[in-house]
């Protein structure tokens, strides 16, 4: 088991930077692939980006390549998703996702468990 907490979300107006912190707690952090997923208002849920195990690899939807960044600090337990220029469709809940696979990608029924989100709101 694996506890997951998000946060650093808010309100930002559009072009400007927001970055995400998930904390795990549980069994050893190390041991779970981490994705990142959103979803917005009357819209189904959606892959971000996704990080291996031992962080050496990542996978992003296509728009957020570029201006999405996922990092991951073992040794704190803790994964990140830094946004840049960010744009009044990023506006969703965020979610980040803890998957036993080595990588688990944009498959959201890989991922075993999920923290409660944090809400994005981008302004123009």
């Known amino acids: 088991q694996v506890q997951l907490v998000e946060s650093g979300g808010g309100l930002v107006q559009a072009g400007g930077s927001l970055r995400l912190a998930c904390a795990a707690s549980?069994?050893?952090?190390?041991?779970?692939?981490m994705g990142w997923f959103r979803q917005a208002p009357g819209r189904e849920r959606e892959f971000v980006g996704a990080?291996?195990?031992?962080?050496?690899?990542?996978y992003y939807q296509d728009s957020m390549k570029g201006r999405f960044t996922i990092s991951r600090d073992n040794a704190k337990n803790t994964v990140h998703l830094q946004m840049n220029s960010l744009k009044l469709e990023d506006t969703a809940d965020y979610y980040c996702?803890?998957?036993?696979?080595?990588?688990?990608?944009?498959?959201?029924?890989?991922?075993?468990?999920w923290g409660q989100g944090t809400p994005v709101t981008v302004s123009s």
């Open positions: 549980g069994r050893a952090f190390s041991s779970y692939a």
């Open positions: 990080i291996s195990r031992s962080g050496g690899a990542t």
């Open positions: 996702a803890a998957s036993p696979l080595w990588f688990a990608g944009a498959d959201d029924t890989q991922y075993d468990f």
